[in-house]
């Protein structure tokens, strides 16, 4: 048992003593009792009390046994209308129901007797009849309440579980096809690459009279295309090869040289950009990373900030790394705790710079703006 629920029962246990001893001093001093009358009731009371204890685990039966107690005696009657409650918040109401039935009719038998023995209690026998009905009732309404929003509580925490549970899915399921996307893009590059290799390879075993300068040009590219090819293949390792069902291979990206072009082409659409680009020829893995980050960041602004202009920055050279930056004002209305776009396009730039050995950052600044930076690896 918990700490809290020791508490609450130490608690509930104390409440039912205190207000069973109030009653019961109170019955012995009007109906003048007897000193053997005093002792049941008190022993009573003191194993109606004591019951509660169990009415986590039986509430029902807790219920049932202390009944009869509090029929003779008050003392009982506090502990009578806990158990009761206990009743109500761990039980459906057809239980609820018979057992609210069984203990009114039982004290309401009970207060009928004593009736007939004393004559002052004649006149207040409906009133008071009528205290113990609401009493009961406001009991059960009480307790099928909290039980209502504690399934209502669980409901929805089962629920916002299983929606994350969906969301890490969904999240793993982007990264699986992001990887498997950049896996067919290598995959075309390798092909494109080892057919290089095969032609320049074959033109010098088919031409055994070709000069020197030839065989070593010859040898170079396929120096060349060698040691790049090594360098998509180091990319490649790890990533799934291909997506099942998909018959048409994607052709790979374009490169950096084609990042002005996408700009255009935004521009011609309609955006206004602003731009600069301070770079050399990046290698085309990285200009392939590069351009798929700027066009992210191109389509996050067209569909979350149309009318706002965009700053598109990429600068960098061997050694110090490639720098991307994507910027632009959040969209009129917007508040300022949400970020555009970030779903599993988002997702895939983050695996995409990761494989890279690169970082990429994303959210709101405190200009609000909304920034989307990447820095990629660069080697001289």
């Not at 549970?165 to 690459?193: P, S, W």
């Amino acid at each position: 048992m918990a700490r809290r629920d020791r508490l609450v029962d130490s608690a509930v246990f104390g409440f039912a003593l205190v207000a069973g001893v109030a009653l019961f001093s109170n019955q012995a001093r009007q109906n003048d009792l007897a000193g053997w009358a005093v002792t049941l009731g008190m022993l009573g009371g003191l194993a109606a009390c004591g019951a509660l204890w169990l009415r986590r685990r039986w509430p029902v039966a807790v219920t049932l046994a202390i009944l009869p107690a509090a029929a003779l005696t008050s003392f009982a009657a506090p502990a009578g209308l806990i158990a009761f409650f206990n009743v109500a918040l761990h039980r459906r109401l057809a239980t609820v129901l018979w057992i609210g039935a069984l203990g009114l009719t039982t004290l309401s038998i009970s207060y009928a007797l004593q009736a007939d023995d004393r004559p002052e209690l004649r006149a207040s026998f409906w009133l008071s009849l009528l205290s113990i009905i609401l009493l009961h009732v406001a009991v059960a309404a009480i307790g099928m309440y909290v039980r209502a929003r504690r399934l209502l509580l669980a409901s929805l925490r089962d629920r916002a579980e299983r929606a994350e549970a969906a969301q890490h899915e969904y999240a793993e399921r982007a990264r699986t096809n992001e990887r498997a996307r950049i896996a067919r893009e290598m995959h075309d590059v390798l092909a494109h690459r080892i057919s290089l290799l095969s032609m320049h390879a074959g033109s010098l075993e088919f031409s055994p009279d070709a000069s020197h300068a030839e065989v070593a040009r010859a040898a170079g590219i396929i120096r060349t295309s060698a040691h790049a090819a090594l360098e998509d293949l180091r990319e490649v390792i790890g990533v799934l090869r291909a997506v099942p069902g998909d018959a048409q291979p994607e052709r790979p990206l374009p490169t950096l040289a084609d990042v002005p072009e996408l700009v255009e082409e935004a521009r011609a659409a309609g955006m206004t950009i602003r731009s600069a680009f301070h770079t050399g020829d990046a290698p085309e893995s990285v200009g392939r990373n590069a351009y798929r980050i700027v066009q992210e960041g191109l389509t996050n602004a067209r569909k979350h900030a149309r009318d706002t202009a965009v700053v598109v920055t990429v600068s960098g050279g061997p050694g110090e790394g490639l720098e991307i930056e994507v910027r632009n004002p959040l969209a009129v209305g917007r508040r300022n705790g949400e970020i555009p776009g970030a779903g599993a396009g988002l997702i895939g730039l983050a695996e995409r710079a990761e494989l890279a050995n690169g970082r990429l950052e994303h959210g709101i600044t405190a200009a609000g703006e909304y920034r989307l930076w990447a820095w990629l690896p660069w080697t001289t």
